[in-house]
């Protein structure tokens, strides 16, 4: 049974970094991608960073230049470095992974993280 547990959002402040942790079990990193995808109020969930199969790092437009993503293999966490937040990056955070070694390759989202930016 795939779970993903999302921790570390909370309110901060224009020009603030927070760090977002994905606990992953029951996934095999090596043979899925991980990624990272926030929903604004009101708006449709956008990709932030992604982690493909190859090691292959990718970036939505939302998460160019500010934010970062990495993993470690050993403790099957996913983290995304967030830098310099904006108002603009308030939403809620959602870690995903997409199990390639199935052949249906199932997707598994967590539960989510609010992250909230006052100016």
């Known amino acids: 049974q795939v779970q993903l547990v999302e921790s570390g959002g909370g309110l901060v402040h224009t020009g603030d970094s927070l760090t977002l942790s994905c606990a992953a079990s029951g996934i095999v990193f090596s043979t899925s991608a991980q990624a990272w995808y926030r929903q604004a109020s009101g708006k449709e969930r956008e990709l932030v960073a992604r982690?493909?199969?190859?090691?292959?790092?990718d970036y939505g437009d939302s998460g160019k230049g500010r934010f970062t993503i990495s993993r470690d293999n050993a403790k099957k966490l996913i983290y995304l470095q967030m830098d310099n937040l904006k108002p603009e990056d308030t939403a809620v955070y959602y870690c995903?992974?997409?199990?390639?070694?199935?052949?249906?390759?199932?997707?598994?989202w967590g539960q989510g993280t609010q992250v909230t930016v006052s100016s």
């Open positions: 982690i493909g199969t190859g090691g292959i790092f």
């Open positions: 995903h992974v997409k199990d390639w070694n199935r052949v249906t390759a199932p997707e598994y």
